[in-house]
């Protein structure tokens, strides 16, 4: 979960330009100066870790001056990223299922860690003192070399790579159906199947998303291609199996194939190109802030979907066998039709969901028609004997 952009330079910055804003007003001043303030603020820290206070002096132009600075005002100027650090441990925390009593020890890593303001506030939330008997300098050279001897010789322990945001797919209704959470070690491979939406569909749109959000426009589009050469069916009869491979590079390869025909289609592309980490944090923020209403959108647009199923199903339906309804019947299930797209183009899931109950209720009848129809044709010309035969002879 860390910030790429985030470390112990930030705070050597934000004590250069402390120590820079003493000087005298609109004096102009060289980047060969700015470079020397800040390895006066990086000595200044390090100095800070082990007393109180103290002084140092930086030329600016073409003058010494001197710039006194307590450990008091260095915590002061340096807490916000030491906050931004701690937001961190607690969006790692939260993400991985567990609480902070679950951890059993905490390692620092880098020289700024061994600043008493860090160690403090780490103290304070893990509710425990960090492990201070490694160098912070060393820790990461150390951790390498375990990795290489768990990538080399085996381990139980191996370092690996998650996927930052959920990848998926884009479904009837601009829904996003989550193929890989987020967090997912990588490498990895998940698969799912899909169907058809319409009798006869011959073709799929496999539209590729990333992101938190439950509708694809929240989402940023990843890739897009079209799956062709699916056999004509029945709505909801074909099966598209949709893979979805992350290697260890993060490279994502999303293939869909027609399980009948063995017909593929796939499409390559780097899910975190073009990312920024706030870009990232961002998209994670408003997936949280707006989980609620984002969910009831969802849960709208599944109804309204289904709602719209079954209405192609009764309409594909009636264009066979109308002829088995009086007019009375077939005016009650157009209206009952009518209901149903009505409530479609509203917001109320409630509404959605009985009229298409209404419209089940209405069309009872007929299904019950067809099925008898279906029946005495199947029937048709076969001999007493033979039914008897095919039952078994059972009297």
């Keep these: 979960g860390g910030d790429a952009v985030l470390g112990g330079d930030d705070i050597d910055h934000a004590v250069a330009e402390h120590f820079l804003a003493q ?5 102009a001043i060289t980047a060969g100066e700015v470079k020397q303030a800040l390895m006066t603020a990086r000595v200044a820290k390090e100095c800070l870790t082990g007393r109180p206070d103290g002084e140092w002096m930086i030329e600016l132009n073409g003058s010494t001056s001197r710039h006194a600075l307590t450990r008091a005002e260095l915590e002061k100027l340096a807490a916000p990223f030491v906050e931004r650090t701690i937001d961190i441990c607690r969006g790692v925390v939260e993400d991985a299922g567990i609480e902070v009593s679950d951890i059993r020890g905490v390692v620092l890593v880098g020289g700024s860690t061994r600043m008493p303001l860090v160690r403090r506030r780490v103290a304070e939330f893990f509710g425990r003192q960090p492990l201070a008997d490694i160098n912070p300098d060393e820790v990461v050279a150390v951790g ?3 990795q290489a001897e768990a990538l080399t010789r085996g381990s139980d322990t191996l370092l690996l790579d998650v996927t930052p945001l959920s990848l998926g797919i884009e479904t009837m209704g601009g829904i996003v159906e989550k193929v890989i959470p987020r967090n997912t070690p990588i490498p990895v491979a998940m698969a799912q199947e899909f169907t058809t939406y319409q009798d006869g569909q011959s073709a799929m749109s496999i539209h590729v998303v990333q992101g938190e959000r439950e509708m694809v ?9 079209i799956l062709r050469g699916i056999p004509p069916m029945a709505a909801g009869a074909a099966r598209i199996r949709v893979t979805f491979q992350v290697d260890a590079d993060g490279l994502l390869t999303v293939s869909a194939q027609e399980m009948a025909t063995g017909i593929e289609q796939h499409v390559v592309v780097k899910p975190s190109y073009g990312l920024s980490d706030d870009e990232m944090a961002t998209m994670l923020r408003d997936s949280l802030v707006h989980a609620k209403e984002d969910m009831a959108q969802r849960l709208l647009t599944e109804a309204v979907v289904e709602a719209r199923r079954s209405v192609l199903a009764v309409k594909s339906a009636l264009g066979v066998d109308s002829d088995l309804l009086s007019d009375d019947e077939r005016q009650a299930i157009d209206a009952a039709i009518e209901a149903v797209e009505t409530a479609c ?3 109320d899931r409630d509404a959605v969901t009985a009229a298409v109950e209404h419209l089940e209720e209405s069309t009872k009848s007929f299904a019950e028609k067809r099925m008898d129809r279906g029946i005495r044709q ?3 010309g076969v001999s007493v004997e033979r039914l008897d035969d095919a039952l078994g002879g059972a009297e």
Excluded at 23 to 27: I, N
Excluded at 217 to 225: E, G, N, W, Y
Aim: aromatic share 4%; net charge positive; proline share 4%.
């Design 23 to 27: 000087r005298p007003e609109g004096a």
């Design 144 to 146: 390498a070399a375990l």
């Design 217 to 225: 426009d929240q989402c940023r589009s990843l890739a897009r291609f």
């Design 345 to 347: 183009a509203g917001i």
């Design 378 to 380: 199947a029937l048709a």
